[in-house]
Structures are given as C-alpha cells and as structure tokens.
DNA sequence: CCGTTGACGGCGA
DNA sequence: ATCGCCGCCAACG
C-alpha cells in the first residue's frame, strides 16, 4: 500500500462518464486529496499508459484546457477529443461546466 | 538534504 | 470580469 494516491487518481479520471468533464480539483476531491489539485497534474504528467484513462476529460475549474509546456501541442488534441464526445468550445476555449461537469455520487446538485 | 518547479484552486485588489 | 499572490504535495536537480 504505500503506494502513491495516484492509483486513486486514474480510478477518478475512469469514472467520468462520457460526454462530461471533471476539474482537477473534483478529481482530487474524489481521489481524497481535497486541496491538491497539482498533484493530479502531476499524475497526468506522470501517466504514459494511458488507454483506458481519458485524460483530456479533465480540465481546469475554469472548463478551460490547462496548457503546459511538456504538452505544447496536445493541448489541441484534448480540445478534439472533447468535441468527439459531443462538449462545446466557447469562443474563449471554455466549456459550460454547468452542463457538462461530472457530478460525482453524493454531489448532485438540486434540480 | 535543501531549493525550485509544476496538466491548479481560491481569495484579494 | 481580469490580474496577481499564496498554499498544498510530490518530484527533480
């Protein structure tokens, strides 16, 4: 077990369902690392298998794609994936999150 | 071992 | 609404 709480990580990038979005810090919320949102970065940055972990669903808690200078063009690549799935860019590159952000259990908000 | 950086988030001005 | 600073933890040099 003192493994790192990456595991839980990619177990919390899996659970997003397709066609929504979740922000690194629900990832983190929901991995048990409430503040620590780089770390989930960090784990992305770490992540090379990746397959059946759909990293370009996790975005910034502005519904924007983070850039980063280790991605400089795959920063494109998540924008298209994201589209494929059916999410729209604003003009600004941002998503309504109200719409499509993941809504772990438990975190349902009114109707 | 110490200092700095980093796929971020929240608060203040 | 935009810009800037601080904080949290882990990895890198």
Redo the contacts with the bound molecule.
């Keep these: 077990m003192a493994r790192?709480?990456?595991s839980k990580i990619y177990a919390a990038i899996r659970r997003i369902p397709f066609g929504k979005v979740a922000?690194?810090?629900?990832i983190?919320e929901v991995a048990g690392?409430s503040?620590?949102?780089?770390?989930?970065?960090?784990?992305?940055?770490?992540?090379k298998v990746d397959g059946d972990l759909p990293?370009h669903r996790?975005v910034?808690?502005?519904g924007a794609i983070?850039?980063?200078?280790?991605?400089q063009k795959?920063?494109h690549l998540?924008r298209v994936l994201l589209e494929a799935e059916g999410i729209v860019f604003n003009a600004?590159g941002r998503i309504d999150l109200k719409q499509y952000r993941w809504q772990p259990k438990g975190r349902q908000r009114k109707a």
């Design positions: 790192t709480n990456y922000t690194y810090g629900q983190a690392l503040r620590q949102a780089r770390l989930v970065g960090y784990a992305l940055f770490n992540q990293w996790v910034n808690a502005q983070s850039y980063s200078p280790a991605r795959a920063d998540q600004r």
